[in-house]
């Protein structure tokens, strides 16, 4: 009866932490960011204009920022300025280094990069037998396909953590098996290592 007893209580514990974890590192998340948004605005509204200072200032203000800064790139007028200073920070060694990376990684994230994803689909990859989510990016054309009996697909297989690294793969279409996620789930999938599992998209 001690043994069950103690079992139950094992059990319910290790329950409460899987379900307590994701919830207090969201918080944590998002605690931080709060924090560092109003502590970047904040401070200097509260140093130079204290009778206007209220605590969520410094949010406030830098939401409106990074709102006007999208609206101005949203135009082409932005957009030319913003290649401009994309351009200026390319010639300085290791800034050129840094934001070339994260330039990649919000790309990805937002999609921007991987607009030509059409579909995600399975492959046989590294070998036979084994199985790896890719992201077709269109037929193959040219020299390639015109040396192929079959008709061959471009399939982009992303590399976890980091998507922004890959193999593209040339596959014959009747090797490849369509799968009926979404590409973000696909994205999400490879960059949580498999973790992030999308549900059984179930049709009728």
Partial sequence: MITKLKGHIKRYLITGTLVI???WGTYLI???ILISMENLLGDYARSYFPEWYMPGLGIAALLIIVFLIGLLTANFVGRRLLE???GLLKKVPL???IYSALKQIVDTFSFKGGGNFNRVVLVEYPRKGMYAIGFVTGTT???VQEKTREKVLNVFVATTP???SGFLL???ED?????EMKVEDGMKMIISGGIITPPENKKG
């Fill in 21 to 23: 974890i994701p919830i």
């Fill in 95 to 97: 800034v050129n280094s």
């Fill in 162 to 164: 980091n998507p922004t």
């Fill in 170 to 172: 040339l596959v014959p």
């Fill in 175 to 179: 090797q490849v098996i369509p799968l």
């Fill in 84 to 86: 401009m200073w994309e």
């Fill in 30 to 32: 998002f605690k931080t």
């Fill in 141 to 143: 054309k040219g020299e």
